[in-house]
């Protein structure tokens, strides 16, 4: 049984347009992290969110994580071919910081 | 700048070999800990230790021995191989609480 669900699972666009990706789970976070992983290399934080509806944002990116602190979202604007990768979240339970359940991933192509 | 440094990056075993995977940081990160990634189950926690002398199990651990004797070093032992533990291997490190992993680039493990 998998905590962390993510959607989509593969998603292709072009260079210019808007996505987003999910994370869902029924459990409860103390935090939610997010990845970014490139081929070949471990992943690499990009944002950790703590609060209920907390919101974040690195440059074109923006996280929010959700009210209940169940499921988190991440939302690229413009995409560039630069943000092609696959994109991880991560779930801390409540008194477990590091030991983290991963979502399924999200595997993002960027077409110039 | 080494950080957490994983070796070998590949290997191949036969089915029953034993072998250790090394993991080494250089950050005195006081947690440590061991993922396997698998297409489409995202990464999940084999083991993990939040000092010297201390480990504990994580998601997934049966088939897999660690020990941790000093700070810096967390090796992943697999005592008689199958080919289920075929996977990529993450070596984590982090300072407690800290809500922030710093991965190994990974080694690819082929059991046949």
């Known amino acids: 049984t998998q905590l962390l669900e993510q959607s989509p699972q593969f998603l292709s666009i072009q260079e210019g347009e808007n996505l987003t990706v999910y994370c869902n789970s029924s459990s409860v976070f103390s935090s939610l992290q997010w990845y970014r992983q490139e081929p070949g290399e471990g992943p690499v934080l990009l944002v950790t969110?703590?609060?209920?509806?907390e919101v974040k944002k690195l440059k074109r990116l923006t996280f929010q994580f959700g009210d209940a602190r169940k499921d988190s979202s991440l939302h690229i604007t413009a995409a560039q071919p630069g943000d092609t990768g696959l994109y991880l979240c991560?779930?801390?339970?409540?008194?477990?910081?590091?030991?983290?359940?991963f979502g399924t991933g999200t595997r993002l192509t960027v077409i110039p | 700048n080494a950080g957490v440094t994983q070796t070998p990056k590949f290997q191949v075993l036969k089915t029953g070999q034993s072998m250790t995977l090394q993991c080494a940081q250089d950050m005195n990160h006081e947690y440590m800990s061991w993922y396997r990634q698998d297409p489409g189950m995202g990464l999940r926690l084999i083991h993990y230790s939040v000092g010297a002398g201390i480990t504990d199990q994580g998601e997934v651990p049966n088939g897999y021995n660690v020990s941790r004797s000093t700070t810096e070093d967390f090796p992943l032992r697999l005592l008689s191989a199958a080919p289920s533990q075929t996977s990529v291997y993450f070596c984590a490190s982090s300072r407690p609480e800290a809500r922030r992993l710093f991965f190994g680039s990974g080694t690819q493990l082929s059991v046949l």
């Open positions: 991560a779930g801390a339970r409540i008194g477990g910081a590091n030991n983290l359940f």
């Open positions: 969110v703590v609060t209920g509806g």
